[in-house]
């Protein structure tokens, strides 16, 4: 590690010279960094300034400071990032939700015809399995969000595009528990149109479940600001 220059905040200049000797000492998940006093003597920087770098890096789901241990490389996930960008973009109105679905929207539109290409048999019968489970918590009058987001990570995991699965992790976790007194007098159609996408998959019909992806989100959560009604 260099020494750092008096610019940016010291604590800042630190996390990117650590995240620098990450990438060029190709450390993987598991591998220890240098002692704090390895660190603090290379850097030229106090222990507190050190701490405050390393808390940064934990917040951001990098390292794990294990007491006794030292800190220790995690295996990098986007989604505490994602989910956190979009929870403090989050006001009291729900015009930032409203975005969210919107680019929830426009981006299950615009990979479905990749997902179609890589879904499998097994794939299909497990979108069968949630579409179910939808049914069965509408018909015992109950919330069905997560046989819902289940659905949804279902349909576009075997592309195997991690950014795209963390962040519409992350949309489905802001989703879950918004204006739900609102959403609930319009879930019914909502079951019959999973079942159609279903259906659309297990014939191998693109067009059919082209059109029913299209019906999918045709309603008002994102197409109307203030309704939820569908279409």
Not at 37 to 64: D, F, T, Y
Not at 200 to 227: N, P
Request: hydrophobic letters at 40%; a negative charge; charged letters at 30%.
């Amino acid at each position: 590690m260099r020494n750092l220059k008096k610019e940016d905040k010291l604590y800042i200049q630190t996390f990117r010279e650590i995240r620098r000797y990450i990438i060029e000492n190709d450390l993987k998940p598991g591998d220890l960094l240098p002692t704090e006093q390895a660190m603090c003597q290379s850097l030229g920087v106090s222990r507190n300034v050190l701490r405050e770098a390393i808390k940064s890096m934990e917040l951001m789901g990098m390292v794990s400071a294990c007491p006794g241990k030292g800190t220790v490389i995690k295996e990098f996930s986007l989604n505490f990032i994602f989910q956190n960008v979009l929870f403090f973009n989050v006001s009291d109105e729900d015009a930032r939700v409203r975005e969210m679905f919107d680019i929830r929207r426009m981006l299950e539109m615009g990979y479905m015809r990749k997902a179609f290409q890589a879904l499998d048999d097994d794939d299909i019968k497990k979108l069968r399995q949630c579409a179910d489970r939808i049914r069965d918590g509408w018909e015992n009058s109950r919330l069905f969000a997560e046989a819902d987001r289940d659905f949804h990570m279902t349909l576009f995991k075997p592309l195997g595009n991690s950014v795209l699965n963390s962040l519409l992790e992350a949309i489905w976790e802001v989703d879950q528990g918004f204006q739900l007194e609102k959403k609930s007098p319009h879930l019914a159609t909502s079951v019959t149109k999973h079942e159609a996408i279903v259906d659309a998959l297990e014939k191998y019909d693109y067009r059919a479940f082209a059109r029913a992806m299209e019906a999918h989100f045709s309603s008002g959560k994102y197409t109307m600001a203030g309704s939820y009604e569908e279409f």
